[in-house]
């Protein structure tokens, strides 16, 4: 039994004891053969819902029986929950205290800089059609649809966060780097959840897809809102991998009120950008709900961005983007913004802050990125442990 509990985790364990005769939606971890354990499982009738090689996991259902089974073969090395991710206005720069003159002087607009996106999809928005088409790529790895479409509206708008031409408001509501455009992958559900696995296995495509497609930075707007050291190691091999492919991986502290160390999960890695929020009001404060680090070594989060009321795009959470195989055209919205608040907003503006400055210089290192937009911040009056290096100076980093 000591050896069985040495591979599984514990609270799975638990709820494999309790209901033996119910099936879980888990992540296997083999030291090897990965396709010798694909094989058994397909052999006992079990769901394969993602391979990933990259990490040698295999996410699938599995019985009680089955999992206790699966702790007997040595290729196994580890099994735990696949668990749920969470999906975590003022117009996007006067809430960050970026002025027009400032946006207009930079002439930067992250020309060229392609933003992976991992979220509920996107909406093939008017603002991110014209004058010049956002959206690079979209893959549904949910329903497998092939054209855009967000039937939760979370992903719509931080699409427009960050790339919006604003051309349904005369320019006023127009994204952070409006030139840059989008890979979006559809991996959260309707519901604003989604499984482990399905987040790796889209962040697993970002990154091999990244040389082809120009790709500089993944925002990832949601939390892991659970304390899985396992599942974190997951996603640090990743984001370790992405840094060595030069690309900046952006992610919100979460929601989980401005307490000291309430920040847990993927956002206290040290090999990404978390985010924490802070109110869109002249006289800036931290948002009521923004986790707070410090963490520990490193220290988190890195910095802060605005992230109450902000104004982004609208969507038809109806919309259905294609029927038989024939693609389907939206109506236009009779609303096409709404507000929305959550740190996920400021990891939205970061990215596209990244992307601005990749597009001033071409060349530059990821790691080289964070150091010079952490030297432009500007510390608020409130405890380092809700603000890090504190706000963004838009100024002091782009002039």
């Not at 205290?97 to 946006?103: A, E, V």
């Not at 969507?315 to 693609?327: H, M, P």
């Not at 990891?347 to 030297?375: H, N, R, W, Y």
């Amino acid at each position: 039994m000591f050896f069985l509990k040495g591979k599984i985790n514990p609270n799975l364990y638990a709820l494999t004891v309790k209901n033996e005769h119910r099936s879980f939606r888990i992540l296997i971890h083999c030291k090897n053969f990965i396709n010798r354990i694909t094989s058994r499982l397909k052999s006992h009738k079990c769901t394969i819902y993602y391979t990933i090689d990259t990490l040698n996991c295999i996410c699938a259902s599995a019985s009680s029986f089955m999992i206790t089974r699966l702790t007997e073969y040595p290729e196994v090395d580890y099994i735990t929950l696949d668990n749920f991710a969470n999906i975590c206005g003022h117009n996007v720069h006067s809430a960050n205290n970026i002025g027009s003159s400032l946006t207009k002087n930079s002439k930067l607009a992250g020309r060229g800089i392609r933003i992976g996106i991992i979220d509920t999809g996107v909406y093939p928005h008017k603002d991110l059609k014209y004058p010049t088409p956002k959206i690079y790529k979209f893959l549904d790895i949910i329903n497998g649809l092939n054209y855009p479409y967000d039937d939760n509206g979370h992903g719509t708008f931080i699409s427009g966060l960050i790339a919006a031409s604003g051309s349904s408001s005369k320019g006023t509501y127009i994204g952070i780097a409006p030139e840059s455009s989008i890979y979006m992958i559809k991996a959260f559900e309707a519901t604003g959840k989604a499984y482990v696995s399905s987040v790796l296995t889209a962040l697993d495509i970002l990154i091999k897809e990244s040389a082809e497609s120009n790709l500089k930075i993944i925002c990832l707007p949601f939390e892991t809102s659970f304390q899985d050291s396992f599942i974190d190691s997951l996603f640090s091999k990743l984001f370790t991998l992405a840094n060595k492919n030069n690309i900046v991986v952006v992610l919100p502290s979460g929601n989980n009120k401005n307490d000291k160390n309430s920040m847990i999960g993927i956002a206290t890695l040290s090999n990404c950008v978390t985010v924490s929020g802070i109110t869109s009001s002249t006289q800036k404060k931290v948002y009521t709900y923004s986790s707070s680090g410090p963490c520990g070594k490193p220290e988190k989060p890195d910095f802060c961005a605005a992230c109450t009321d902000l104004t982004s795009l609208n969507c038809d959470t109806a919309f259905v983007s294609e029927r038989n195989g024939i693609k389907l055209y939206p109506r236009e919205l009779k609303e096409p913004y709404t507000t929305y608040t959550g740190t996920s907003c400021a990891a939205a503006f970061t990215a596209g802050v990244f992307a601005l400055l990749f597009e001033k210089i071409p060349d530059l290192q990821c790691k080289d990125a964070i150091s010079m937009i952490k030297t432009s911040c500007k510390l608020l009056d409130v405890p380092k442990w809700q603000q890090g290096y504190g706000y963004i100076d838009f100024r002091d980093l782009f002039f």
